[in-house]
């Protein structure tokens, strides 16, 4: 019975997630007024200004965080790779995990 119940909550939340994801980009590869498409390069400055952007964005409404004008998923990738390069990622909260239990062991 229980493994019914986890299977059923597993679906639902499947479901709801399925609904978050993101369309489809129909800007992608058309250049902006100035001609351009952002490429890698602009994607992972964008990710590296990030939050400090999604900070200015709450208050301006001509200052958006990802440029829709970009060729996809190269774009997608600096971006991504600028946000977990300058801001952290998941290695800053293991290290500091293992400098910890270091610190327990010498401690013991």
Known sequence: MKYIFFAGILVFVLIVLTGCAAGPNEQANTPDED??????????????????????????????????????????????????AIWGGGSGGAARARRRSARMEVNV
């Open 35 to 84: 001609g351009h498409v952002a490429g890698f390069w602009l994607g992972l400055w964008h990710g590296i200004i990030a939050p400090i952007t999604f900070i200015i964005s709450l208050f301006k409404d001509n200052v958006s965080m990802y440029e829709i004008h970009n060729n996809g998923g190269w774009y997608n990738f600096g971006f991504l790779l600028g946000l977990t």
